[in-house]
C-alpha cells in the first residue's frame, strides 16, 4: 500500500464534514446520462449499490490509490468492489458523499467494462 492519506484519515475527514440530509439524497433521481458525466478526478461521481456518490474527496485518500479508480468514474462500483474487496464497508467509508439514487428505468454502466484488473 502506498504512504500517505488513508481509509482511516477519510473516515475522520468526514466527521468535520455535514452531513447528507437523507430526505433530500432519497428524492434525488439522477440520470445514467448525468453521471456518465461526471468521470474526471476533479468533479467524479460513482454509483453504488443504487446510491450516486461525489467521491471526488475520497479519491487521494484511497488505499489502492487513485490510478485504478480514475477510469471508473461515472460508473457502476458495485460489482468491481465486490470483486477486489468486498470485505470493505463501502457505504460506512463515504456516508458523507451520497448525492442522490439513481433514476428509475436507469440502468447502470458496471464498472467492470473499464476495471483495468479485468475479471
Ligand atoms: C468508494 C469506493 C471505494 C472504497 C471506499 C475503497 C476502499 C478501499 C480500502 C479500505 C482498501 C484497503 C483494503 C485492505 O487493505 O484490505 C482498498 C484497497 C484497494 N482498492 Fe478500493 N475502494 C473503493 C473503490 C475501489 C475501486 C472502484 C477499485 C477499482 C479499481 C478499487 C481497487 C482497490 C485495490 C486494487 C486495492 C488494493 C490495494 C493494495 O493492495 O495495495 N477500489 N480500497
Known sequence: MRP????IAFI???????????QAVES???TLAQ?????????????YRNYVYDVTPYLMYHPGGTD????LLGTDITETCQKIHNWVNIEMSIKKLVIGKVAPGNVAVSSEKRNPFGK
Open 35 to 47: 453521471i456518465l458525466e461526471h468521470n474526471a478526478p476533479t468533479d467524479g461521481w460513482i454509483i
Open 4 to 7: 500517505g492519506p488513508s481509509g
Open 12 to 22: 475522520n475527514k468526514m466527521k468535520t464534514m455535514a452531513s447528507p440530509n437523507m
Open 68 to 71: 485504478c479508480f480514475i477510469p
Open 28 to 30: 434525488n433521481y439522477i
